[in-house]
């Protein structure tokens, strides 16, 4: 496994280092303080995982991650200092898979990690689907939807493939959250919301009277039996 930091501190950088090492000491970690070379690295080394902060000396890691996904569906977890709900939903909207907030806890970072590839083994095994309208093409991150072709990350489509699959049903928020991280934890349901106002805006669903994606208040969401 290659592991890809771009984080502009150094202390922040050995301190993951160290982390992987103890972990996972079979993984090689690259390292960047830069945005720019962060892109090269990745396009360079083709990683497994990157861990990105979001505050970069030459250019932001908004950028970084849009550059990234232009070529590469390479996992991005950002991990920044940042807590702003409008900073998560950008990264998440740019194609970042997961978001944590510094200093991440040591076992939080690695469950996220395992979370993200155990995302990546459901994606693979994935054989074409069709729910409704809904077209999975043997990914989670290639959807037709009503003849458009939509890019998804990989857990907008780990999302969207669980509420589909229910079509009709409400899916509770603690089954989502199961979904996408293995367990219910707090604040779940805030980066849910985020992920599906993210799905929404995907799918041209109206925020305001949605019809594809329907909230069931303090419950969880629902896909309807629509047509094609």
């Known amino acids: 496994m290659k592991i890809l930091i771009i984080e502009d501190d150094k202390g922040i950088i050995e301190s993951f280092k160290l982390n992987f090492e103890v972990s996972w000491p079979e993984a090689e970690v690259l390292a960047s303080q830069f945005g720019e070379e962060g892109i090269q690295l990745v396009d360079k080394e083709d990683p497994d995982l ?4 979001l505050g970069l000396p030459d250019i932001s890691g908004f950028e970084v991650i849009k550059a990234i996904r232009s070529f590469s569906r390479v996992p991005i977890i950002v991990v920044s200092v940042k807590q702003d709900e409008d900073d998560i939903v950008k990264a998440l909207m740019y194609g970042a898979d997961d978001y944590l907030t510094k200093p991440p806890k040591k076992m939080e970072l690695l469950a996220r990690i395992k979370t993200v590839f155990r995302r990546l083994d459901i994606d693979h095994s994935l054989s074409e689907a069709v729910h409704g ?13 009503r003849d458009h072709e939509i890019r998804l990350t990989t857990t907008e489509g780990l999302i969207l493939y669980h509420l589909t699959e229910n079509m009709g049903k409400v899916v509770s928020y603690i089954s989502l959250s199961k979904v996408i991280w293995g367990d219910d934890y707090p604040n779940s349901r805030n980066a ?12 041209n ?17 629902m896909v309807p039996r629509l047509e094609n």
């Open 192 to 203: 849910i919301r985020i992920y599906i106002s993210n799905l929404r805006h995907k799918l």
């Open 205 to 221: 669903d109206n925020a305001h009277n949605p019809k594809v994606i329907v909230s069931q208040s303090g419950v969880g969401y």
């Open 50 to 53: 990157i861990l990105i902060d």
């Open 133 to 145: 309208p809904f077209h999975f093409n043997k990914s989670l991150n290639k959807l037709f939807f």
